[in-house]
């Protein structure tokens, strides 16, 4: 890949492989009109849609529909576009290739349209990951979403806190580099006051972001409990299928279970995790080792525990050793099962800042406000207004920034040294630019681009 843009005209096939009612082969580069011309025989009228046959080298029909030309830099990639609508089986879509192909266009890669969009400044980086986002969305949360970040509103987020850091820099660095002036910036709290303003609008921003990355990539949820405890039972419950073994002796599940569901088009990845516990058993060990891993990873850890034999309400009580390993309570919710047998009412309460639901696997009676609790917290309650679709790699850069910002404010208050505080702010800065795209590495965007499909 080079990310300069090549004087190429590209040609692809814009809508799926295979047979259709109307199939599109999209053109785009400085042949376009050209091509255009030979294939419908005058020039088209910019944005209008032409019914018209269409021609072959030696004059011949290929085929009829609409031809439609949008010059640039009004297109999508900027560039003049074309586009045919012709009828959408193989053997027509391959002639019109064929013929674009023999009038000097070339084929197009994975993702070029898109590339050139954002070459072209037709679009930043999260809203061309947008578009791919949003064909490939599984649920029409995460359409919705997509569509708004595509829109730009996850990138209106990210702008605005480069733009406040913009303007901090600007502050520091006159303090830094006009000494005279004495902006004494480290007495007069307002360096300190930006920093913590935009501090919590970042970590707004990532929450946000957090809850676009569930929404597009589904949440990991893992079962963890004592043996019994009716894990296996939930997952079946959950997924609405026997795929885990239920059993009442102890440690059936001694390995990690994984089950994918969609709670209301949302992807759900269900771990049902080996029984932990203290074993002798060489085997059992390896399967609590794996759960201990899979908890590491998870968005949500479930807690459960057989309520005929607990009481407590506190995970802190229940459990100490795992919520020690666990190391905070930040992803937990605790379980209270056969509730069936203990005549408890089912719902749900927060307890010391942990969420408590009590239900029955086997009844299924409380399940529903399980997968409540699980919606809730994917966003799917505030998504409605205003939520956008995000990607690990967002996830990563903003925390990134965050941790130059923590660093900053260290500087600022620790020792008061102004350079380094100038140089953490500027590293935040490219932090947050990464996400837009403004300060890509070529590598990065190839590989982003190269993961789209052929015609995007
Ligand atoms: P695991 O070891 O944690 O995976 O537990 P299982 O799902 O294998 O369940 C252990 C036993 O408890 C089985 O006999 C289940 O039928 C039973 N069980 C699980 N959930 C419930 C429940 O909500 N109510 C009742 N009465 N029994 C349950
Ligand atoms: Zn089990």
């Known amino acids: 890949f080079q990310y300069a843009i090549d004087q190429d005209t590209i040609v692809a096939q814009a809508t799926a492989p295979g047979r259709g009612g109307v199939g599109i082969i999209r053109l785009s580069g400085p042949k376009s009109s050209a091509i255009a011309k030979t294939i419908v ?9 032409h019914y018209v046959p269409f021609k072959d080298a030696n004059n011949e029909q290929l085929d009829e529909g609409i031809a439609l030309y949008f010059p640039g830099p009004n297109s999508f990639t900027g560039e003049d576009v074309f586009e045919l609508q012709g009828h959408g089986g193989p053997v027509i879509m391959d002639m019109l290739l064929t013929h674009c192909v023999a009038l000097g266009a070339r084929l197009a890669r994975p993702g070029e349209f898109s590339e050139r969009a954002f070459l072209n400044d037709k679009m930043d980086l999260t809203q061309a990951e947008a578009i791919a986002d949003l064909i490939d969305s599984s649920s029409e949360q995460a359409a919705k979403c997509a569509l708004r970040s595509l829109q ?63 929404i597009r990539e589904g949440m990991n949820v893992v079962i963890a409990g004592r043996p019994n405890a009716g894990k296996s039972s939930l997952l079946n419950a959950l997924s609405g299928k026997d795929s885990a073994i239920v059993t009442s002796i102890e440690g059936t599940t001694r390995d990690v279970l994984r089950e994918h569901i969609h709670l209301d088009g949302m992807p759900l990845h269900i771990i049902d995790t080996a029984g932990l516990r203290d074993s002798p058993d060489e085997v059992e060990r390896i399967g609590i080792q794996r759960a201990w891993d899979e908890i590491s990873k998870a968005d949500r850890i479930l807690m459960m ?13 229940i459990w100490p050793e795992f919520i020690e390993k666990l190391g905070d309570t930040k992803h937990l919710t605790l379980v209270r099962n056969k509730v069936d047998l203990t005549k408890e009412s089912t ?3 927060i307890i010391n ?3 408590v639901i009590s239900l029955s696997a086997k009844t299924g009676e409380g399940v529903s406000d399980l997968t409540d609790h699980l919606k809730a917290i994917m966003g799917f309650d505030s998504t ?14 903003l925390n990134k920034a965050n941790r130059f910002l923590d660093a900053g404010n260290e500087q600022l208050h620790g020792y008061g040294a102004g350079e380094l505080l100038a140089e953490d702010l500027k590293e935040a800065q490219q932090a947050l630019s ?5 300060f ?9 681009f190269g993961s789209f499909c052929i015609g995007k």
Not at 41 to 49: D, I, N, S, V
Not at 160 to 187: K, M, S, T, W
Not at 305 to 317: A, F, G, L
Not at 384 to 397: K, L, N, S, V, Y
Request: proline content about 4%; overall charge negative.
């Open 41 to 49: 025989g005058f020039e088209p009228t910019p944005r209008y849609a």
């Open 152 to 214: 730009g509103a996850f990138s209106k987020r990210v702008n605005e806190l480069v733009e406040a850091l913009i303007h901090l820099r600007i502050y520091v660095e006159a303090a830094i580099d006009f000494p005279e002036e004495e902006i004494d910036f480290i007495g007069d709290g307002k360096v300190a006051n930006e920093l913590t303003g935009i501090q919590a609008k970042l970590s707004e921003v990532l929450k946000e972001a957090n809850q676009g990355a569930l």
């Open 305 to 317: 525990v057989d309520s005929q034999s607990i009481d407590s309400k506190d995970p802190n009580e």
């Open 347 to 349: 719902g749900t309460e």
């Open 353 to 355: 800042d942990v969420p």
């Open 384 to 397: 409605t207004e205003g939520g956008f679709i995000a990607r690990r790699r967002h996830i990563e850069a």
């Open 434 to 438: 990464e996400i837009t795209g403004e």
């Open 440 to 448: 890509t590495s070529d590598d990065l965007l190839g590989r982003i």
